[in-house]
């Protein structure tokens, strides 16, 4: 089974960046496309990033793109978010995901496993 562990939540000022982690148990990381979706009070879940197994394919949600980059180190177990000028809107709880079938996690039920999520609040 793989767990996934995310740190590097915190709180940051409206324009502020903060990088998020996700360290994964896998042996095998380089088989797993990965992403992030987040969960703001009220609402419901939404699709952030994703990255493919290779890292050679990505996808940004387009209330990010420009300002988020999501990457991979293989030698590490660990995904990264890394985010920029930060929004007060960004303000949510971040999950990381991994996905063992082929295709990227873009969708709630693409996901295989989901991490327990890092508190990001954006103050404006």
């Known amino acids: 089974q793989v767990q996934l562990v995310e740190s590097g939540g915190g709180l940051v000022q409206a324009g502020g960046s903060l990088r998020l982690s996700c360290a994964h148990s896998g042996r095998t990381f380089g088989s797993y496309a990965m992403g992030w979706f987040r969960q703001a009070p009220g609402k419901e879940r939404e699709f952030v990033a994703a990255?493919?197994?290779?890292?050679?394919?990505?996808r940004l949600a387009s209330s990010v793109k420009g300002r988020f980059t999501i990457s991979r180190d293989t030698a590490k177990n660990t995904l990264y978010l890394q985010m920029n000028s930060l929004k007060p809107e960004d303000t949510a709880v971040y999950y990381c995901?991994?996905?063992?079938?082929?295709?990227?996690?873009?969708?709630?039920?693409?996901?295989?496993?989901w991490g327990q999520g890092t508190q990001v609040t954006v103050s404006s």
């Open positions: 990255i493919s197994r290779s890292a050679g394919d990505t």
């Open positions: 995901v991994a996905r063992v079938r082929i295709g990227l996690p873009r969708y709630e039920d693409d996901a295989d496993y």
